[in-house]
T-cell receptor, first 113, second 110 residues
């Protein structure tokens, strides 16, 4: 399967600052990438679908102006959490798919203090 | 919408067998995944069922009954390293994006 990397693996930031998370598909042309968020002991919740060269599609309840997604190439999608607040502290995971198979990045643990 | 239900937590003894159930209610069912997720890590793929029946893969097996909206993951010869969260995820409505259940935290003790 494809190899997907994320950077950073963990980050601590102060409330009000912005954080950028990178998701790279190392050996797969990812026209579409998906961003999930997972709170402790909760399910993975789809936040948005990132499409190469076009605007992302956000799930209901996810603020597009707060969670900025850029997918400028077939190997890189970025998620920027703007004006982060403690309630944004979560585990963020990107995935890309090949048909029904999903390839997961290792995740980024964000803690906002 | 979709409703996916699985137990929150289960415990089992090393060397034993454990069955983790998942029930779902959805329209246009297209398949069901099981993933294993260790704390602080991304999920890893275990199985994909789209037809009824049992799929066996080493110590892990997955069963699906579409008419009952029911699946289970069977883990045999449990090892301590099997302690993890097990996520049931469903594809439906023509989408290739799975919807995940909350996961079942499995604790294996000596």
């Amino acid at each position: 399967g494809a190899v997907v990397s994320q950077h950073p693996s963990w980050v601590i930031c102060k409330s009000g600052t912005s954080v950028k998370i990178e998701c790279r598909s190392l050996d797969f042309q990812a026209t579409t990438m998906f961003w999930y968020r997972q709170f402790p002991k909760q399910s993975l919740m789809l936040m948005a679908t990132s499409n190469e060269g076009s605007k992302a599609t956000y799930e209901q309840g996810v603020e597009k102006d707060k969670f900025l997604i850029n997918h400028a190439s077939l190997t890189l999608s970025t998620l920027t959490v703007t004006s982060a607040h403690p309630e944004d502290s979560s585990f963020y995971i990107c995935t890309t798919g090949d048909g029904y198979e999903q390839y997961f990045g290792p995740g980024t643990r964000l803690t906002v203090t | 919408g979709q409703n996916i239900d699985q137990p929150t937590e289960m415990t089992a003894t090393e060397g034993a067998i454990v069955q983790i159930n998942c029930t779902y209610q959805t329209s246009g069912f297209n398949g069901l995944f099981w993933y294993q997720q260790h704390a602080g890590e991304a999920p890893t793929f275990l199985s994909y069922n789209v037809l009824d029946g049992l799929e066996e893969k080493g110590r892990f097996s997955s069963f699906l009954s579409r008419s009952k909206g029911y699946s289970y993951l069977l883990l045999k010869e449990l090892q301590m390293k099997d302690s993890a969260s097990y996520l049931c995820a469903v594809l439906s409505g023509g989408s290739y994006i799975p919807t995940f259940g909350r996961g079942t935290s499995l604790i294996v003790h000596p």
